[in-house]
T-cell receptor, first 114, second 116 residues
Framework: SQTIHQWPATLVQPVGSPLSLECTVE??????LYWYRQAAGRGLQLLFY??????ISSEVPQNLSASRPQDRQFILSSKKLLLSDSGFYLC?????????????FGSGTQLSVL | AQSVTQLGSHVSVSEGALVLLRCNYS??????LFWYVQYPNQGLQLLLK??????LVKGINGFEAEFKKSETSFHLTKPSAHMSDAAEYFC??????????????FGQGTELSVKP
């Protein structure tokens, strides 16, 4: 069966520090991968998606970047965190297909930038 | 461009009462529509989805939603609320990625509270 792992679960970082959140998927190959951010009271915002290794699409201009060094690994990074980067970050995957596939979400990372 | 609007950021119902969470979509092509539920400090779980065919879709935990093209709506309902239904609910529409699958565009979410 497929599983998605996201870590860490909680992170407190000072402003200006770097960030690296990791997400891995097991039990499937060539998934579509996604990073979403959920800021308090602002719903879910798609940050990045990837349809293959090294293929990253950014949805919104921001202080963050994403990379996909391996088929089932998706990393969210920042060189210098801002206060506005605080939020709940969710990684997700789906099977490549028609667009009717459901997303499988990780358990999320609560990031607090102080 | 596809988008989703959820009406009401907070909905409160009594246990046993009808649950109605509203969602309207905008899409230039026939949409694929989804409802997800998020319990505190967790990821999202799929409740139900509409792709083609029957416009009344049944999901898990007694929830259902009806796709109404004329109203561009996909409202979520449950006849009788249970305390365990308290969570945040997200409506979403799928946008194709170069025929490689869909990225989901979510609404702002509706927090459902259930009073005893």
């Amino acid at each position: 069966s497929q599983t998605i792992h996201q870590w860490p679960a909680t992170l407190v970082q000072p402003v200006g520090s770097p960030l690296s959140l990791e997400c891995t998927v097991e039990g499937t190959s060539n998934p579509n991968l996604y990073w979403y951010r959920q800021a308090a009271g602002r719903g879910l915002q798609l940050l990045f998606y990837s349809i293959g290794i090294g293929q990253i699409s950014s949805e919104v201009p921001q202080n963050l970047s994403a990379s996909r060094p391996q088929d089932r690994q998706f990393i969210l990074s920042s060189k210098k965190l801002l206060l506005s980067d605080s939020g709940f970050y969710l990684c997700a995957w789906s099977v490549q297909g028609t667009g009717a596939e459901k997303l499988f979400f990780g358990s999320g990372t609560q990031l607090s930038v102080l | 461009a596809q988008s989703v609007t959820q009406l009401g950021s907070h909905v409160s119902v009594s246990e046993g009462a009808l649950v109605l969470l509203r969602c309207n979509y905008s899409s230039s092509v026939p949409p694929y529509l989804f409802w997800y539920v998020q319990y505190p400090n967790q990821g999202l779980q799929l409740l139900l989805k509409y792709t083609t065919g029957a416009t009344l879709v049944k999901g898990i935990n007694g929830f259902e939603a009806e796709f109404k093209k004329s109203e561009t709506s996909f409202h979520l309902t449950k006849p009788s609320a249970h305390m365990s239904d308290a969570a945040e609910y997200f409506c979403a529409v799928s946008v194709m990625i170069y025929n490689q699958g869909g990225k989901l565009i979510f609404g702002q979410g509706t927090e459902l509270s259930v009073k005893p």
